[in-house]
C-alpha cells in the first residue's frame, strides 16, 4: 500500500502477530483506523464503483468489499496486482 504522508501510514501501525490474529483483514484493519471513512482517503477506491474498467491513475488500493474477490476477477491488472501481494504468516 502506498501512502502519501498526509495521512497515518497504516502499515507502520499494523503489528503482525497482534492485529492479524484480531482481525480479519487489512480492510478491518483500515475501517478500526479511520473509521467509515477510510474509502476517502487519497488513493484508495472501490473496485466496485471505481474500477471496473481499471483503476483511475492515482489509486494506491483497490478495496474489495463483498463479491467479487480479487482472485475471482480475471482482468490482467487485478491478477497482476493479486499475484505480486506479498504474504505475511
Not at 483497490?62 to 475471482?72: I, L, W
Not at 482482468?75 to 505475511?88: D, F, I, L, N
Request: proline letters at 8%; aromatic letters at 16%.
Amino acid at each position: 500500500m502506498a501512502w502519501n504522508g498526509v495521512e497515518k501510514a497504516p502499515y507502520n501501525l499494523f503489528r503482525y502477530g497482534v492485529d492479524d490474529q484480531r482481525l480479519w483483514g487489512d480492510q478491518e484493519f483500515l475501517s478500526e483506523l479511520y473509521g467509515d471513512d477510510y474509502e476517502k482517503l487519497p488513493g484508495i477506491y472501490s473496485y466496485k464503483y471505481h474500477c471496473q474498467n481499471g483503476p483511475p491513475s492515482d489509486c494506491s488500493v483497490a478495496v474489495f468489499h463483498g463479491k467479487p474477490d480479487p482472485h475471482e476477477v480475471k482482468k490482467e491488472w487485478v491478477t497482476s496486482a493479486w499475484r505480486s501481494t506479498p504474504t505475511h504468516s
